[in-house]
């Protein structure tokens, strides 16, 4: 039996000043360090579990910007590929944001999370991470890196920025304008602070001061630093959150190996396609085909428009369903059922939901009639 193994970095760039103000994917202020465990929470159960202090458990399932959460729909895929004959191992890693509260799941075959709040982010690299992907390589498993990184894209822009020498814009997940000139700003005044000081992009000097970074950039440079040339890496599901690390790797001369990046098309279809010049020919970078427009349900349909386009590993799933033989239908009946008993939870939790659910059910229960 082939194993599919997801495994996902979960952090939270909680030094950047008024982080809820700068991305959609967090709850709100001083709550934003737990959207990468509650996301994990999904993904294995079903459901989040960690609590949201000051906030109810009511609201419609979506996101405020009519999407769906990315978490639910790579749990969809997973457990496409569950239902398909494919042994599934989740492992999640989490840098100084809660660990995952989850129960035991007859789906995964492994169900492990590491981590936790004031962890050591080095140990957790050396002990756990860097081991389990080894293992994972040395079984010939399929091994998909995902990450969960909220605030990260700021950092991740920086380093580009400074790398390539390209003004890429900040968007990260949000299209706010106020959230985006937050972040500009911010953005603005962390190249000041570094420039004062270095001229050039150092990569020791940016992993040696937390104004510079994130937990998660930091593993996946730590990783590939010590990662086996014998051995294939892990495929990278996300986009500029591996990006960055990546290419200051291979800069920084501690990656020598091809990189396998697989995201979605809307990612590319943004600043992400001016990356693709500074790979090498043997890196592979691929994006999903499947057309969310071919879906009914208007939380679908958002991510064609790029309301939401990335996160949890979702591109790094699609793009393996895809490669794996899984039709575009098969592929977004999955996504639909993963919604549709997504929001049935918060219809149970809000009965007046029901009416403005009940077009969009009524769509998915003819489409998988016909």
Same mark, same amino acid.
């Given at each position: 039996?082939? /194993? ?22 967090g ?22 579990? /960690? ?10 399932g ?18 496409m ?58 079984r ?16 991740s822009?920086f ?29 603005v ?18 992993l040696?001061? /937390? ?28 986009g500029?959150?591996f ?23 809307w ?41 939401v386009v ?17 039709s ?35 769509a ?7």
């Open positions: 039996m082939k /194993t599919i193994c997801f495994n996902i970095l979960n952090g939270a760039a909680t030094q950047l000043p008024s982080l809820h103000q700068l991305s959609d994917a709850a709100g202020q001083n709550l934003m360090h737990l959207t990468p465990t509650r996301d994990t929470e999904l993904i294995v159960c079903g459901q989040s579990q /960690t609590p949201l202090p000051g906030l109810s458990a009511r609201g419609n979506l996101l405020p910007n009519r999407g769906i959460s990315p978490a639910v729909l790579s749990r969809g895929l997973l457990k590929f569950y239902q398909a004959g494919y042994q599934i191992e989740f492992n999640s890693f989490n840098f100084n944001v809660p660990k995952p509260q989850v129960t035991e799941q007859d789906w995964l075959s492994i169900n492990q999370h590491f981590g936790g709040v004031n962890c050591n982010g080095d140990q957790l690299v050396n002990q756990q991470l860097l081991p389990t992907l080894i293992s994972q390589a040395e010939g498993c399929i091994s998909i890196l995902a990450e969960c990184g909220v605030g990260g894209t700021t950092f822009t380093w580009l920025r400074m790398l390539t020498g390209l003004r890429l814009s900040p968007a990260g997940s949000t299209l706010d304008k106020n959230k985006l000139a937050s972040k500009s700003q911010i953005l005044q962390i190249e000041q602070t570094y420039q004062a000081e270095n001229p050039i992009f150092n990569l020791d000097v940016i040696g001061d /937390t104004r510079f970074h994130d937990d998660i950039q930091k593993a996946i440079c730590g990783l590939v630093r010590q990662w086996p040339s014998s051995l294939s890496l892990p495929h990278f599901a996300g500029m959150m990006v960055a690390p990546l290419l200051a790797s291979r800069e920084a001369k501690h990656l020598n190996q091809a990189v396998k990046i697989s995201t979605t098309r990612v590319l279809q943004g600043d992400g396609f001016h990356l693709l010049n500074h790979f090498n020919a043997n890196d592979e970078i691929n994006a999903n085909a499947t057309s969310f427009n071919a879906s009914r349900l208007e939380c679908l349909n958002v991510y064609e428009q790029g309301v990335e996160g949890c590993g979702l591109g790094g799933c699609l793009v393996i369903a895809e490669a794996l033989g899984f575009e239908q098969q592929i977004i009946a999955s996504l639909e059922q993963a919604v549709e008993l997504h929001i049935n939870h918060f219809i149970n939790l809000s009965p007046s939901l029901e009416e403005h659910f009940s077009l969009q059910r009524k998915l229960l003819e489409r998988n009639i016909a």
